[in-house]
């Protein structure tokens, strides 16, 4: 469809409607200038120039941008350098692609950052956190997962590729950069390659490669052996001591931002999740609205659980004794409806690895320095829950059900009548481990009792 020349203006491009089809309108001032209407609305600046090329004329159309992510003055400009670069016998196309090719993984990786995960994990109602990037310090919201790729940018990718062309680079300095990881860190690498290849990914969509020129698909996963790691008794007495010290610096009226102090929100993270075998998340992201002291239970909506995604469900958390008096003596922070509350106002805590590492070494279940694979991860005391349950012979179900598995059956079998023999096992199991924490439990003479029992039922 043809329309008239226009003195094109905002308040007359925000006029036009779209229609069937797609149609152009042209700007009487700059010949070839125009705005393009899709039929989904949709209305963008482009430009129409003329090349002359080993003596053969071709007309090439520019996109110039999206209205009003520009504007009409914005895009006339670009428009009219477009076409002094042609009357000077330029091809601004190919001006352009050089460019592309010369883009370095440092600038594309600032790009990728800003215009794509920063807008991609934008969550609302998330306070911004800040993590520096490059040579600027920009925002993610709190707890999101684009902060992995954020450090594998940062940590893995950028020192070693940083300085290439980003169509430089191949399967060769792929494979070179996650055998360097895959060495001793076989899991870590195998999240750098999903972070790669996601970010060669966006490279051919902004066309800064070729399509198809994915270097990372071909790269092999590397094999990850499925770590068993729980914490023994006397590890979980040695650390129950470690943070009483802790707390008792706490009592004392240590500052919050004391080094020999940890933050309280931050113990009483671990110790929750120790005590009801809750994953890191669960805990981090507990609202007190999920929270009935009264009925000492937790009950964590469908969408902010692991299992929740499969069953559509809501977790219930029963709450041991223990459990439920921590969770009694933490403050509420006024407008904040998070249980462990964060730096910022409004937000839940965030990191839990560094107070988690310190307390580990001075507990002796880790060395200060590079991390092994033996060492305990906060992950692993939920693993640890699930042992101590099995070492007090609790049936395997209920284990799966107290850990919030996708198991129904005993749960829809017990209510029917009533019952919840949860319950009951969830108080054995929280005053086994709080007894540990606490140092009441004296594990010397358990063992000698239980060595005595051995050797009375052999004399038998």
């Not at 954020?150 to 893995?156: K, L, N, Q």
């Not at 066309?207 to 590890?235: F, T, W, Y």
């Not at 931050?266 to 809750?278: N, S």
């Amino acid at each position: 469809m043809k329309k008239s020349d226009v003195d094109l203006t905002d308040s007359k491009v925000a006029k036009m409607k779209a229609t069937g089809a797609k149609y152009n309108i042209w700007d009487r001032s700059c010949p070839g200038f125009g705005v393009e209407v899709k039929p989904s609305g949709t209305r963008i600046f482009v430009v129409k120039t003329c090349i002359t090329a080993g003596g053969v004329k071709r007309r090439q159309w520019h996109t110039l941008g999206h209205w009003p992510l520009k504007n009409v003055v914005e895009a006339r400009a670009e428009a009219v350098a477009l076409k002094d670069q042609v009357r000077k016998g330029e091809d601004p196309k190919a001006i352009i692609m050089a460019r592309r090719e010369a883009v370095r993984m440092n600038e594309f990786l600032d790009r990728y950052y800003k215009e794509h995960l920063q807008v991609k994990v934008t969550l609302e109602g998330k306070r911004l956190t800040v993590i520096k990037i490059g040579k600027d310090a920009t925002g993610l919201p709190e707890g999101s997962k684009g902060k992995e790729p954020a450090r594998s940018i940062e940590r893995f990718i950028r020192p070693v590729l940083g300085g290439m062309a980003v169509r430089d680079v191949g399967t060769a300095e792929i494979a070179d950069l996650l055998f360097r990881i895959r060495k001793n860190t076989p899991i870590q690498a195998n999240r750098l390659r999903s972070v790669l290849l996601g970010i060669f990914a966006k490279a051919e969509i902004w066309e800064l490669r070729p399509i198809g020129s994915n270097p990372v698909p071909v790269q092999e996963r590397a094999p990850e052996s499925h770590r068993e790691r729980n914490l023994s008794d006397q590890e979980i007495a040695r650390l129950g001591a470690t943070i009483r010290s802790n707390e008792q610096l706490s009592n004392e009226g240590r500052k919050i931002s004391d080094p020999w102090r940890e933050n309280p929100f931050a113990v009483a993270a671990i110790r929750l999740a120790l005590l009801t075998g809750m994953r890191r998340g669960e805990v981090l992201g507990l609202r007190w609205d999920w929270v009935n002291l009264d009925d000492a239970e937790i009950r964590i909506p469908a969408g902010f659980h692991k299992s929740g995604k499969k069953t559509q469900k809501i977790r219930l958390v029963r709450l041991c004794s223990a459990a439920r008096a921590i969770l009694e003596s933490l403050p509420r922070a006024l407008g904040n409806p998070y249980v462990i509350v964060g730096e910022l106002p409004g937000t839940h805590l965030v990191d839990l690895n560094g107070p988690w590492r310190r307390l580990r070494v001075t507990a002796g279940l880790a060395v200060a320095g590079k991390p092994t694979a033996e060492d305990v991860t906060i992950h692993d005391l939920r693993r640890t829950y699930s042992s101590v349950a099995a070492r007090l012979e609790v049936p395997e179900l209920f284990i799966g059900a107290l850990l919030g598995h996708a198991v129904v059956t005993v749960t829809q079998v017990y209510a029917r009548v009533s019952q919840d023999p949860l319950r009951e096992y969830v108080e054995t199991i929280g005053a086994r481990i709080a007894g540990l924490l606490s140092g009441g439990i004296d594990l010397e003479k358990e063992a000698e009792e239980s060595r005595a029992k051995r050797k009375s039922s052999r004399l038998g």
